[in-house]
């Protein structure tokens, strides 16, 4: 059975750093894009970032480019997310996703993890 | 910037149909937009229903389909139930490695 656990979520400071991780399992991991799409507290979904099976290429909402970075570990079946410079508007339950295919920009979205909460306060 | 438009909400009888849409602000959406369709009931994390406009998850049911209808793309839900209560999200890929999520429709079975 697929599974996608993700960690790394917490209670942050504004202008901070944290890094969230998520563990995949129960298929083959470099096969699948992958993608981080967030949820504001009642609010809806907003796509973060993605990243095509290999790595050679990966993508960023126009409100995280430049905080965000995207990264996996094919050998250990991980996605990453680092983020840093975070703001009162990142707060969110930050969802790891795998693709529908190999390349995440056409193929969509298809497994979601749980989520990891991220709240960004002083 | 991108706008995904979507219905706040739409009511179905049980056993109805009902048709969802999503559109963008301006122009048509077409099928290299690759449209997707995710169900959210609260508390819960999405479920993937349809991508790529009419593919459907594995294990979705299908009385759920997609499709473009004129300028939009569109989700279809046949002999709606009880439980098909729930929040619809669309999302798009609109070019440069960047995707759009529409704002949700709520579904009310009654």
């Known amino acids: 059975e697929v599974h996608l656990v993700e960690s790394g979520g917490g209670l942050v400071q504004p202008g901070r750093s944290l890094r969230l991780s998520c563990a995949a399992s129960?298929?083959?991991?470099?096969?699948?894009?992958m993608l981080w799409v967030r949820q504001a507290p009642g609010k809806g979904l907003e796509w973060v970032s993605g990243?095509?099976?290999?790595?050679?290429?990966?993508g960023y909402a126009d409100s995280v480019r430049g905080r965000f970075t995207i990264s996996r570990d094919n050998a250990k079946k991980s996605l990453f997310l680092q983020m840093n410079s975070l703001r009162a508007g990142d707060t969110a339950l930050y969802y790891c996703?795998?693709?529908?295919?190999?390349?995440?920009?056409?193929?969509?979205?298809?497994?979601w993890g749980q989520g990891t909460l991220v709240t960004v306060s002083s | 910037q991108t706008v995904v438009t979507q219905e706040p909400s739409f009511s179905v009888s049980p056993g109805g149909t009902v048709t969802l849409t999503c559109g963008l602000r301006?122009?048509?959406?077409?099928?290299?937009?690759?449209p997707s369709w995710y169900q959210q009931t609260p508390g819960q994390a999405p479920r993937t229903l349809i991508y790529s406009t009419n593919i459907r998850s594995s294990g979705v049911p299908d009385r759920f389909s997609g499709s473009i209808l004129g300028s939009k793309a569109a989700l279809t839900i046949t002999g709606a139930q009880a439980d098909d209560e729930s929040n619809y999200y669309c999302?798009?890929?609109?070019?440069?490695?960047?995707?759009?999520f529409g704002g949700g429709t709520k579904v009310t079975v009654l």
């Open positions: 990243i095509h099976w290999n790595s050679d290429y990966m």
């Open positions: 999302a798009l890929y609109i070019g440069s490695g960047i995707w759009v």
């Open positions: 996703v795998r693709g529908s295919g190999a390349y995440y920009s056409k193929d969509g979205f298809d497994i």
């Open positions: 301006s122009g048509s959406v077409p099928t290299t937009f690759y």
């Open positions: 129960g298929f083959t991991f470099d096969n699948y894009a």
